[in-house]
């Protein structure tokens, strides 16, 4: 009996909402891991987190989480760190492929809150120290229509493919709306929808490098500095971050 193509058996989905976009100075304020597909019902884990600084203005109006509020009913950063790296471990190494829309963000922004306040790193936690399998929307869209004009943030890509989103920037509407896309590719690209989830992530991989071997070239017509980071699902860690407040 063949097994259950990717695309039909139990997805896993992970996003994170932050304090800003530098994953090595940034905190988490919220985090969801969703669990759909595969003939069962839809589970939600959430966590919202005091993340021990102020969470600025423009954050806020990204995602609506205040500092007032994250600090009056968030979970210390410790705790919620420990449970959605266990669980997400837990998960990958009973084979779940794990749906993140760039990924690269998210995955680099779990490792650095670990290590800051002394946790294992997810990536420590399986075998071979293996990230693996990861599937990133944002890859594949970039690289199944390369040329397309327009946005390619979460919203855009649910409106142009025809997915459900049931409003951006909720960790978990954001995660169920990751999900769906992937679904939604796996089925439309049967070539992708039929590979291994590994070998898939080995593509994209690959694809993610040549993405940003390609924008850092073009960026350099105007910037001869600029740089995109090449690394996915995420950036290993090479230098100390930013210590917990008060350390």
Avoid at 45 to 51: A, C, E, G, R
Avoid at 61 to 69: D, K, L, N, S
Wanted: hydrophobic share 40%.
């Amino acid at each position: 009996m063949n097994a259950t193509p990717w695309p039909d058996g139990r997805l896993v989905a992970f996003d994170t909402e932050t304090t800003g976009t530098a994953w090595d100075s940034d905190r988490i304020v919220s985090a969801s891991v969703v669990e759909v597909g595969g003939g069962q019902e839809p589970k939600v884990t959430s966590w919202l987190i005091d993340p021990g600084i102020e969470i600025p203005a423009e954050a806020t109006a990204v995602h609506g989480i205040t500092t007032e509020r994250a600090r009056a009913e968030g979970m210390p950063p410790t705790t919620a760190i420990e449970e959605m790296t266990a669980l997400l471990a837990s998960l990958l190494t009973t084979g779940h492929p794990l749906v993140i829309f760039n990924a690269r963000f998210d995955l680099t922004i779990l490792d650095r809150e670990s290590r800051r306040h002394d946790l294992v790193p997810l990536v420590d936690r399986l075998l071979q120290n293996e990230l693996s399998p990861v599937i990133d929307p944002l890859i594949i869209d970039k690289q199944v229509q390369p040329y397309r004009r327009g946005s390619r943030k979460l919203p855009a890509l649910c409106a142009h493919w025809k997915v459900r989103h049931d409003g951006p920037h909720a960790a978990a509407t954001d995660a169920f709306a990751a999900a769906r896309l992937a679904w939604r590719f796996g089925h439309h690209y049967a070539h992708l929808g039929a590979m291994d989830p590994r070998a898939l992530h080995q593509l994209q991989v690959q694809r993610a490098a040549e993405q940003a071997t390609g924008l850092q070239s073009y960026l350099r017509r105007s910037d001869p500095t600029a740089y995109v980071e090449p690394a996915w699902p995420y950036v290993p860690h090479t230098a100390p971050v930013s210590p917990p407040e008060g350390t």
